[in-house]
């Protein structure tokens, strides 16, 4: 991998001293940060550098192809960015737009900047004889217009196309293009493009080595007839082809100091810490990292106050591991916590709300930021206090890298753990409840009848613990916290829906229910309550982004068929003016299983009065019938 100098100076000899009269390629996937090199790195490199022919600094012409759709058009803003830098493309090949473009332009060359073209008495006489060759706004001859274009002196310049294969113009047309302004005219151009998108393959799976060949050795790939032209078009028109592989600590250090607001950020350390999320998502995307820089840039002006610098650097890292993700194609929706989600940032840097509701719907309140960096300081006193490095933890956490006779008794010793250490080791419970099933789930095979009877005692009393303990700290433990390390995708099967079973009661023993309905415990009494507390609390759950999330279905689903039907009527009223909006899926995105779930238990718990011979009345039935209809039209609309 070439470093930004010695690419600069390999494409410097290729100014100098090309004698192949063919352009140069820089291939890279997008987003790796190859425009930014052009911009940042090579055109100043180039442009300080003086062309022994003009006695002139180098001048760089960088186009992009993007949106271009004829070698005409790449001709006009050759030279209209030879001549006078930035400007705006016409919206119609002629028109008024080109009309003006050619008055500024002829009068621009004329009388400002005096360039002596071959061309401008044939473009003069296009005009309408009756200016007697005064620049207007007249019709200006297309083909006139075109030879002026393809008039510009390009000596001492040094053309770069990017985006070629996002261009309109085939990639054929533009070698062709190319190889004019090389072999023709020795202009020297550099093409900047992603090339794997302009390579097909016959089929996606390689084609098998003929009989008799050796089948270890490699497969050549059979390409399409069009990619097979582009190659031998490709080789008449491009002497050498780069691939970019940018110094990601070098390039993202370089980009964080364009943002002054992020200037509390230890530059040295952000680039590697980046440098290392980019790598474990394995997706380098500049892009994705300036959009970070700008959120968090964005965020740090609206508050009031200073930020931390450890609350924005976790926040920066939150915030660059979602757009990453983002890039990749993974999901948005949030399925965290109130506060954050480990699983949108990482384990160790999770995204805020407030930063994930400042980049998917532009809000922002002082609120939700002040609340976002108090939770963070809860985390931060987890980790400053925390006990995952006692051995008994060690040996669990890390259970693969060790004898399963050592495995076992570390379980075993779990039980006397949570006895003595009590309340304190309540925010290890999620990772622990998650180690404690995993090691079940490959120990107790069934191969061993006593050692897994031993192991299972253990571990339901280690639950039976932890459970007993929760229920005594209650609300005065950070919920959220005590899931922190808990990744979606770890558990797979039986040991997923104990697990997830295990997590309710845990909840329940925090008294999370509270984060459903304050107070709510599922009474035919609390009802009026219930619905009450639904109906005005709209723009609370609106918040969390969600309502359900939180429920216990199985118990809700018990009280609404104890209910009269009055009660069901209003339970039914409560979910309709909450989920009757349009956008409830992007409003509630983790309402869907639980309330998918509720229908389940519903028609479960209907079946068992009726078993017990204690069915609903007709009337309870209508409102029952009348309830599960909504529910299915909600599942509908949140799918």
Request: hydrophobic share 40%; aromatic share 10%.
């Amino acid at each position: 991998m070439m470093t930004n100098d010695e690419l600069n100076k390999f494409i410097l000899r290729y100014v100098e001293n090309d004698r192949t009269h063919r352009a140069l390629m820089l291939s890279g996937g997008w987003g790796t940060g190859k425009s930014y090199y052009v911009n940042h790195f090579l055109v100043p490199f180039l442009e300080s550098r003086i062309c022994p022919a003009t006695n002139k600094p180098y001048k760089c012409i960088v186009v992009s192809l993007y949106g271009l759709n004829s070698p005409e058009e790449i001709s006009r803003d050759i030279f209209l960015m030879r001549y006078f830098g930035n400007h705006k493309r016409p919206d119609k090949p002629v028109g008024n737009a080109v009309r003006l473009a050619a008055r500024t332009i002829m009068k621009g060359l004329s009388m400002t900047y005096k360039i002596p073209l071959p061309e401008l008495p044939s473009f003069l006489a296009a005009l309408d004889p009756s200016v007697n060759g005064t620049i207007s706004e007249k019709t200006v001859s297309p083909k006139a217009l075109q030879d002026l274009y393809e008039s510009a002196d390009l000596e001492g310049c040094f053309v770069i196309l990017e985006d070629v294969e996002r261009s309109g113009v085939n990639v054929l047309s533009v070698l062709s293009y190319v190889n004019n302004l090389t072999e023709q005219d020795h202009n020297r151009v550099m093409l900047v493009t992603n090339e794997d998108d302009l390579i097909r393959l016959e089929s996606p799976a390689p084609a098998k080595a003929p009989a008799g060949d050796d089948p270890a050795a490699p497969v050549k790939p059979v390409y399409t007839k069009e990619t097979l032209l582009y190659l031998r078009t490709k080789e008449k028109s491009i002497c050498d082809t780069v691939y970019f592989q940018t110094n990601v600590v070098n390039a993202v250090g370089s980009i964080l100091t364009g943002f002054p607001e992020l200037k509390a950020l230890p530059n040295g350390e952000v680039a590697q810490k980046s440098y290392e999320i980019m790598t474990n998502l394995q997706c380098y995307n500049m892009r994705s990292f300036i959009a970070a820089c700008q959120k968090m840039a964005d965020i740090v002006v609206l508050l009031p106050y200073m930020i931390e610098t450890d609350f924005l650097k976790t926040c920066f890292y939150g915030v660059l591991n979602f757009l990453l993700r983002v890039n990749a194609g993974e999901q948005i929706a949030w399925d965290g916590f109130e506060h954050y989600s480990f699983e949108l940032g990482s384990a160790d840097y999770p995204l805020f709300r407030f930063c994930y509701d400042f980049i998917m719907d532009h809000s922002f309140t002082e609120e939700e930021a002040e609340e976002g960096r108090r939770h963070f300081g809860i985390l931060l006193s987890y980790d400053r206090n925390g006990l995952s490095g006692d051995p008994e933890l060690a040996y669990l956490y890390k259970f693969e890298r060790y004898p399963e006779k050592t495995v076992r008794g570390a379980v075993a010793d779990i039980v006397r753990w949570l006895s003595e250490k009590g309340a304190r080791a309540v925010p290890e419970y999620g990772r622990l409840a998650v180690q404690l099933l995993m090691i079940k789930s490959v120990l107790c095979d069934g191969k061993d009848p006593l050692a897994d009877e031993r192991m299972t005692n253990h571990i339901e009393e280690a639950k039976r613990i932890m459970l007993k303990n929760l229920r005594a700290a209650g609300n005065g433990v950070d919920a959220d916290s005590v899931f922190r390390y808990v990744v979606p995708g770890q558990l797979r099967g039986a040991e997923k829906k104990e697990y997830e079973a295990l997590r309710a009661e845990m909840l329940t023993a925090l008294r999370r229910q509270d984060s459903f309905v304050p107070g709510f415990y599922y009474e035919k009494t609390q009802v009026p309550d219930f619905c009450r507390y639904v109906k005005n609390n709209q723009t609370l759950f609106d918040q969390r982004r969600g309502f359900a999330k939180d429920m216990d279905a199985k118990r809700f689903a018990k009280l609404f068929v104890s209910c009269d039907p009055a009660l069901m009527d209003e339970i039914r009223a409560a979910f309709y003016s909450l989920y009757r909006v349009l956008d409830a899926s992007r409003r509630f995105p983790s309402d869907l299983p639980v309330l998918e779930k509720l229908l389940t238990e519903l028609e479960t718990e209907r079946a068992a009065k009726e078993a017990a011979g204690a069915p609903l009345d007709r009337i309870q039935q209508l409102q029952y019938d009348r309830f599960v209809e909504k529910l299915r039209q909600i599942c509908g609309k949140l799918r």
